[in-house]
């Protein structure tokens, strides 16, 4: 069964009782217009007005006003720990590497160039997979893209 598009997103809070849910990794839950399918194998197309990041929580609204939520999906991360967790987060930031920031650790997306570093200040690193939510941008501009400001 096809669905009918998405033209508009509701926010985490703002909505309650989905239709169906969609999970997506981090790097899907960036886009415009893209062909997604729900849990229940229904199509549908996403065509917003300009490229959005989507959070866990948010849904997506349908023409015809159905809901379908957007849930984190698992995917490949390190787990960061440390004695020194918060200077181990700047050089983290200071690469741009999106990271879920938690009291006792730090979650990234796998990269071995970045494990090296973390490897070489003294960070402890493991495996795992789960959802990636991580920290937006500063300024509450949703994720963070390089250096232009």
Known sequence: MTLPPCRQIRKTGHWSKAYD???????DRLLRRKRLTTAAAEAFIIDLVQTT?????????????????????????????????????WHIGNRHTPCQI??????????????????????TLREVVEPFTPEGGAYGHGRTHGHSH
């Open 53 to 89: 990041s989507l959070d866990h929580g948010d849904a997506l609204e349908l023409e015809d006003g159905r809901l379908i939520e957007v849930v984190a999906a698992d995917e490949d991360l390190l787990e960061v720990t440390g004695a020194d967790l918060p200077r181990i987060a």
């Open 102 to 123: 938690e009291r006792d650790r730090l979650l990234i997306q796998r990269d071995h160039v970045i494990r090296d570093m973390l490897d070489k200040i003294g960070a």
């Open 21 to 27: 849910r969609v999970s997506l990794n981090y790097d």
